[in-house]
């Protein structure tokens, strides 16, 4: 498909409350070209069709036909079906997180979208946080990770466990900096509101050593979005909801550069006094949904890899899957043991 010194067509499906927003970005990227729109709401369609001039398709396939690539932004349950029609008519796709509803049919993509040269993204919004972008190059070879992601409760996104909602983002965060395998897991989570799991915690050990704690909650009084990494001599505080970035790290002195310093200490007798140092890097106000389908279309047309891959996306689903089992059985012995 010849695609270079032209607009990419691309087609939207789903137009719920993360379709919409897509559907805002697309139009502000000279690149794309919205070439259509489809959803299974046909008032929304016809409503959404009529406010932005857009042409509304009859079905899926129609939409397939009409693009070069294809926007994903539908429930989780039908990602698998849409993404597999895709590929087999040779489009690229962006596809919203978590990739698909089971392992199974991920690994199902990876084969058939082999030796194709298609662009598949996945929208794990959260590396193109500017806050977490400011952040990257000081995570180095983290040793200790802590999550924590609250929300208040919305009936949005109740199809899918609290895993799959939200700690997911937090999944592939840790796994884009972790360069190990996952070694053991402990974890916990129970339905409160929903008849998934709503409130999870999870503790990751990798095989080099590092540990994460995450926390996700979709039942609480407020919403936060943060993330603390330890790396040697360096303490990384990320906050994803203000985007805020806070860096403390540790230099040695020299005997002659004690009296310039304000906070010193020294671990032992027999070591070098330290400094503590703070510093808060700049943070680029951004965009993060307009800047990952800005990523899409770039991997398109240089024909380079996207950010978030096929393969990320699956290596987060599948650790979250790890984390879904472990609550599941915790939780299933917690009830047995009460009959």
């Known amino acids: 498909m010849d695609i270079i010194n032209k607009k990419i067509k691309i087609g939207l499906v789903g137009l719920g409350h993360l379709g919409k927003i897509h559907l805002k970005n697309i139009l502000q990227i000279p690149e794309f070209e919205l070439i259509g729109i489809f959803d299974t709401d046909k008032d929304a369609l016809d409503s959404i069709s009529k406010e932005y001039n857009i042409h509304a398709v009859n079905s899926i396939d129609e939409l397939i036909n009409l693009s070069d690539a294809v926007d994903i932004v539908t429930p989780t349950k039908y990602h698998f079906e849409i993404a597999k029609r895709c590929i087999s008519a040779g489009k690229h796709i962006f596809i919203e997180k978590p990739v698909t509803a089971h392992v199974t049919e991920g690994r199902e993509l990876i084969e058939l979208s082999k030796d194709k040269n298609l662009k598949i993204q996945v929208g794990h919004v959260e590396r193109f946080n500017p806050a977490f972008v400011a952040a990257k190059d000081y995570i180095i070879n983290p040793k200790f990770i802590e999550a924590h992601r609250l929300s208040e ?18 999944l592939d965060l840790i796994l884009s900096t972790v360069n190990s395998k996952v070694e053991k897991i402990s974890a916990v989570g129970i339905p ?148």
């Open 192 to 339: 409160v509101i929903s008849d998934q799991i709503d409130i999870a915690n999870a503790r990751v050990e990798f095989e080099n050593g590092t540990v994460a704690n995450l926390t996700a909650s979709r039942v609480s009084i407020k919403n936060e979005r943060k993330m603390r990494f330890f790396v040697e001599n360096a303490y990384i505080s990320i906050d994803l909801l203000k985007k805020e970035t806070n860096i403390f790290n540790l230099n040695e002195l020299e005997e002659s550069d004690i009296a310039k310093s304000e906070l010193v200490f020294r671990p032992s007798e027999d070591k070098k006094r330290k400094e503590v140092n703070y510093f808060q890097p700049v943070i680029k106000e951004s965009n993060a949904i307009e800047q990952e389908l800005r990523n899409f279309a770039v991997a398109i047309l240089n024909d380079t890899p996207p950010i978030v891959g096929l393969k990320d996306g699956m290596e987060a689903l599948e650790l979250a899957y790890l984390i879904i089992n472990e609550c599941t059985k915790n939780y299933l012995k917690a009830s047995s043991s009460l009959v």
């Open 153 to 170: 409760f919305k009936p949005r996104g109740i199809d899918v466990s609290v895993i799959l909602d939200l700690m997911i983002h937090d």
